[in-house]
């Protein structure tokens, strides 16, 4: 038996941990990929105050957001 993992960074915890374990003492054999990032292509049409509404939906944390707002409004794509 072969059984395969998509997981992310967040995944990974003691229940994970738990499973191979059970998995391992039944001989599975166990393929653990991590999962890939989506990216989306940026628009930069865009206004800046649009593009930080919709980051702020994916609940990134707030220093994030500030960092990412910063860099935009000082970059060749917003600077007027």
């Known amino acids: 038996m072969q059984v395969i993992f998509n997981i992310s960074e967040n995944e990974v915890n003691h229940e994970l941990f738990d499973v ?3 998995l391992l ?3 599975a ?3 653990i990929r991590k ?7 940026f628009n930069q ?4 105050e ?6 702020s939906n994916e609940n990134y944390s707030g220093d994030f957001l500030s960092d990412i707002a910063l ?3 000082t970059s060749s794509v917003y600077v007027k």
């Open 71 to 73: 860099d935009l409004k």
């Open 45 to 48: 049409d865009m206004p800046l």
């Open 20 to 22: 191979i374990k059970t």
């Open 35 to 41: 999962e890939a990032i989506q990216l989306e292509e």
């Open 50 to 55: 649009q593009v930080m509404q919709a980051l």
């Open 29 to 31: 054999e166990i393929v």
């Open 25 to 27: 003492s039944r001989n």
